[in-house]
C-alpha cells in the first residue's frame, strides 16, 4: 500500500510539474525573482534600522547612568564633608550599581554595532548581488524574447505554427479540389470527343447522329469533286497552267499599244456622167 501510495503521489508531482512548465513564463518568473529579492533587500535595511534605533536607545541610557555616576559621586563628597559616612556610603553604593550597569550596556552597544556592521556589510553585498542579478534578467528577457519571435516568425514560414496551420490546411484543401476539378473536366472532354458522352449543348443530337452527318457530308464532298473532274476532263492541267504562265508573261512583258491614228480625209464621190 505504501508502494502505490508513493507511485501515485510520484505521477500526481509529474504531471503538476509538466503542468508548470507548460505554463510558466521565464519573464515573469525572473521578474517575481527580482521583487522578492528587493523585499529581502527592504527587509535587511528595515533590520539595519532596528539595530541602530537599539544601540542609540542604549547610548542614551548610558548616558542617563554616566550623568547619575557623576551626581553621585558629588553627593558622596557632599556627606563625607557633612559627616556623614552612611550617606556617603550609600551614594558609594548606587554609584558602584551604576557603573556596573554602564559595564553591561557598553557590551550590548559594542554587540548591536557589530551586528550593524555585519548587517551593512551583507546589505552592501545584497545590493550588489540584486543589481546584477536584474542585469542578467534582462539579458535573458531580450534573449527569450529574441528566440520566442524567432520560433514564431520559423512556425508562420513553414505553416506549423498553431496559427498557419489551419490556414496551410485550408490552402492545401482548395488546391486538392482545383486539382480534382481539372483532372474532372479533362475527364469530361475526353469522354465527349470520344463519344462516350453526349454533348448536351446540341439538343436532340447523339452521337450517331454526329457520325452520320459525317459520312453525309464526305459523300457530299466527293460528288462535287466528281462532277469537276468530269466537266474539266483528264490530265493533270499542267499544260493549261503553262499557258496562263505564259500569257501572263506575255501581256507583262509587251509594250502597251500607240494610239490609233486619225483615219484620212473623206473624198466627194464623183458625180456619174449624164
Known amino acids: 500500500m505504501a508502494g502505490l501510495w508513493s507511485r501515485t503521489t510520484l505521477i500526481i508531482k509529474s504531471k503538476y510539474s509538466k503542468l508548470l512548465n507548460k505554463t510558466e ?34 547610548e542614551i ?9 557623576v551626581k553621585l559621586e558629588t553627593q558622596a563628597r557632599q556627606a563625607v564633608a557633612a559627616n556623614r559616612e552612611d550617606l ?18 557598553d557590551a550590548q552597544v559594542q554587540q548591536l554595532a557589530e551586528t550593524q556592521d555585519k548587517l551593512v556589510a551583507g546589505q552592501h553585498q545584497l545590493e550588489a548581488k540584486i543589481e546584477g542579478f536584474r542585469s542578467q534578467k534582462e539579458v535573458i528577457k531580450a534573449q527569450y524574447s529574441a528566440a520566442e519571435a524567432q520560433v514564431k516568425i520559423g512556425e508562420a514560414a513553414t505553416g506549423i505554427g498553431k496559427g498557419m496551420a489551419d490556414t496551410g490546411m485550408a490552402i492545401q484543401r482548395a488546391k486538392d479540389k482545383t486539382d480534382e476539378l481539372t483532372a474532372r473536366a479533362s475527364a469530361i472532354d475526353e469522354l465527349t470527343s470520344t463519344g462516350a458522352l453526349d454533348d448536351l449543348t446540341q439538343p436532340g443530337t447523339t452521337q450517331l447522329d454526329r457520325e452520320l452527318a459525317q459520312i453525309s457530308s464526305t459523300a457530299q464532298v466527293d460528288d462535287e469533286l466528281a462532277k469537276l473532274k468530269a466537266e474539266v476532263g483528264p490530265g493533270d492541267g499542267s499544260g493549261d497552267a503553262k499557258q496562263l504562265d505564259a500569257g501572263d508573261g506575255a501581256s507583262a512583258s509587251a509594250p502597251a499599244p500607240a494610239a490609233a491614228a486619225d483615219p484620212p480625209e473623206e473624198q466627194p464621190a464623183e458625180k456619174p456622167a449624164s
Open 61 to 69: 541610557q548610558i548616558q542617563g547612568l554616566e550623568q547619575n555616576v
Open 88 to 105: 556617603a556610603r550609600q551614594a558609594l553604593e548606587r554609584k558602584a550599581a551604576a557603573q556596573q550597569q554602564l559595564q553591561g550596556l
Open 25 to 58: 513564463n521565464p519573464t515573469e518568473t525572473l521578474d517575481y525573482s527580482y521583487e522578492q529579492m528587493l523585499e529581502q533587500l527592504q527587509n535587511v535595511k528595515r533590520g539595519v534600522a532596528d539595530v541602530v534605533t537599539a544601540k542609540k536607545r542604549l
